[in-house]
């Protein structure tokens, strides 16, 4: 059995872009930047240039920025439980931090609650941290971990939870819904591909649907792992 509340648990995942379409529309200062960051990228990789991997510029805080946050919350218990997902998505970065900031301030309340994500603690959360900062946005107390004790941060993450205490592996959450025969509805795109979904294609609406399975697999990995039943999938319900 789960050891934390199920109902105070927030699971959260994020899809970022790198800030421009290609790195040709860079600011000259900015191309100085990326060319440091990606000096160390190059290393021992001789078919790439600064220009090709500028699409793996999303992945830094400093040179990306967020366009989808999904979340889910569960509700209810054993098999009636449901899990119930909301998206906060678009061009507008700082409107959607904004909007989520709002969400979480109220849903955190004066209760213990909790963040979840797969490797949510060295991406999702310290991501939204840096760039909640740079658009001029105060961070949410329950997302801010700056000044706490260790054990005052209420962050969950299952690819920590699958270590075990091994530093050494990293575990994608495709890999670990896999092994733990948790079924994995990757019928569309992957991480790879929502740079150019965005950019090329320009269909959020893809990106969402794409980020709101990856909350909903990291859901029932999270109840699998804690030895608690699974949510049916006609129980998972979007909330606009």
Known sequence: MSPYPLHNILFVDIETVPQYPGYEQLATEWKELWGKKAEILLRNREDETIESIYERAGIYAEFGKIICISCGVIQGTGNERKLLLKSFAGDSEQVLLHDFSEMLRKWAGNETKYLCAHNGKEFDFPYMCRRMIINGLPIPTILNSSGKKPWEVNFLDTM???KFGDFKNYTSLNLLATA???????DDIDGSMVGEVYWKEKNIDRIVNYC?????????????????VSIKSNNIEIKQ
């Open 212 to 228: 709101q399975k990856d909350v909903a697999t990291t859901v029932q990995v999270f109840l699998k792992m804690m030895g608690e």
């Open 180 to 186: 733990l025969s948790v079924p994995t509805p990757k």
């Open 160 to 162: 920590e939870l699958w």
